[in-house]
């Protein structure tokens, strides 16, 4: 059986410690897409984590963790990752790479951080870890696949040949040192050496485990409106964090997928450039962003303040139709705990007509918000609660509001940050 966990937003929803919780009844998590590029935040009994690159997976000892042929593998990132979480006391994972993920080099943090320079007020919020070069190279079949780290020939060889044209742009665009192919042969030819003993056909691996009727669990990153094709382009990343993709970069039959939880928040919030449209401004951002999360909304991975806003339901239900949801899991629903009254964002107003269905890029820029107003359920208990009745009437009512604006049932209620706050819906 698969489940996939991913975002129905703009990432930051949550996701990383809802795959800490239910990878406590999976056998394999595996991470389909992306980099180092985000973070998941994860509290538990070992302390508090930011994951980059790890699969949330590696805190269940019982657990084996996939980089699928999808990922952005960044190898230094990885290892630093393992390293500082084995120091904290985290007994050493288990840890598969396929060999067919690609690697993501030095070189593609260099031409990310120049071109962002270039771009300057017109650039596109890059975290600037070589995520877009990283994929450009690889649909311009120029990347270097894990399996090709084995061979320091056809590794320099590979390096060499595509390095010409990235020369011309070092020197003559972003007038910077030009790349060296023997240099960063070596270098990852040695740290292909560090890897070795955890890459194998992760995909055969997988098709096995399905035989053997174990329980997968697929990762998302960043969130549905992040994703190059169906969200806010340009102000996307350049992989999918759609379930559906989960196929392509886990190595897993399209038709085994059987659940697809979509995580989102109970409020908006947004890092990077990009459109939030039921964004608040102000003191009453300040305030919100000061008591969301565990620690405030600011990015895991780059400490920039997420911009915060009202519940998007216009953006969620496309968020959870693309992600082709099965259900829903509502993660910070005791932030709000402080608020009289709560707005719900259903629709938006462009050109003065009422749109319900979230358009694309152009039509967005125009858009604003059309509230609904409930009551809040202030200074009434929502953490240390753990059946869905006992949760205060109005929460209960913003919630089922809610579901029926997304058309998507929240059958995980999340009201804390902590692992063991959560609510399964009967
Ligand atoms: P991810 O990338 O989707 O895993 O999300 P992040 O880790 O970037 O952001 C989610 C934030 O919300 C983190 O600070 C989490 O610790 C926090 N968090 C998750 N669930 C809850 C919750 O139910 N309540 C509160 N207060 N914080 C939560």
Not at 65 to 91: C, F, H, K, T, Y
Not at 296 to 323: I, L, N, S
């Amino acid at each position: 059986m698969i489940q996939a966990i991913v975002g129905a937003n703009w990432g930051d929803e949550g996701k990383g410690k809802l795959t800490d919780v239910l990878a406590q009844q999976s056998d394999i998590v595996i991470r389909f897409q992306g980099g180092a590029n985000a973070g998941h935040t994860i509290i538990n009994e070992h302390g508090k984590f930011a994951l980059h690159l790890l699969p949330s997976g590696i805190f269940q000892p019982g657990v084996t963790n996939i980089i699928g042929p999808g990922v952005a593998l960044d190898i230094e990132a990885l290892l630093s990752e393992l390293d500082s979480i084995m120091q904290r006391g985290v007994p050493k994972p288990r840890l598969l790479i396929s060999d067919r993920a690609q690697v993501l080099m030095d070189f593609h943090v260099l031409l990310d951080t120049a071109e962002e320079e270039r771009l300057a007020d017109r650039k596109f919020g890059s975290t600037k870890s070589g995520i877009a070069p990283f994929y450009s190279d690889k649909a311009a079949k120029v990347g270097i696949q894990v399996c090709q780290l084995f061979d320091k020939q056809l590794l320099k060889e590979r390096l060499r040949n595509s390095f010409v044209k990235k020369n011309i742009l070092m020197e003559h665009l972003y007038h910077k040192p030009k790349l060296d192919a023997e240099a960063t042969a070596e270098k990852y030819y040695a740290l292909g050496q560090r890897i070795a003993p955890w890459v194998c056909d992760t995909t055969q691996y997988l098709h096995q485990a399905l035989q053997e009727d174990k329980r997968i669990l697929l990762e998302g990153q960043l969130g549905a409106l992040r994703d190059l094709d169906h969200g806010i382009f340009p102000y996307t990343t350049s992989s999918s964090p759609l379930a559906g993709f989960g196929t392509v970069g886990a190595g897993v039959p399209a038709g085994k997928i059987s659940r697809v939880i979509a995580v989102t928040k109970a409020y908006s919030s947004s890092v990077g450039t990009g459109y939030l449209i039921s964004a608040l401004s102000g003191q009453e951002a300040e305030e919100l962003r000061k008591r969301g999360g565990d620690a405030g909304e600011y990015g895991a991975k780059t400490g920039r303040p997420r911009d915060v806003g009202w519940f998007d339901a216009v953006a969620t239900r496309y968020g959870c139709r693309v992600q082709g949801a099965t259900d829903c899991a509502m993660t910070n629903i005791d932030v709000l705990g402080y608020l009289d009254e709560i707005k719900v964002c259903v629709a938006y107003s462009i050109d003065g007509h009422e749109v319900r269905d979230f358009p694309a890029t152009p039509q967005l820029a125009k858009a604003v918000p059309v509230y609904v107003t409930l009551p809040g359920w202030k200074d009434q208990k929502v953490r240390g609660i753990t059946r869905y009745d006992d949760l205060p009437e109005n929460c209960r009512k913003y919630l089922e509001f809610i579901e029926r604006q997304i058309e998507t049932p929240i059958t995980i209620v999340s009201n804390g940050p902590r692992r063991e706050e959560i609510i399964f819906r009967e």
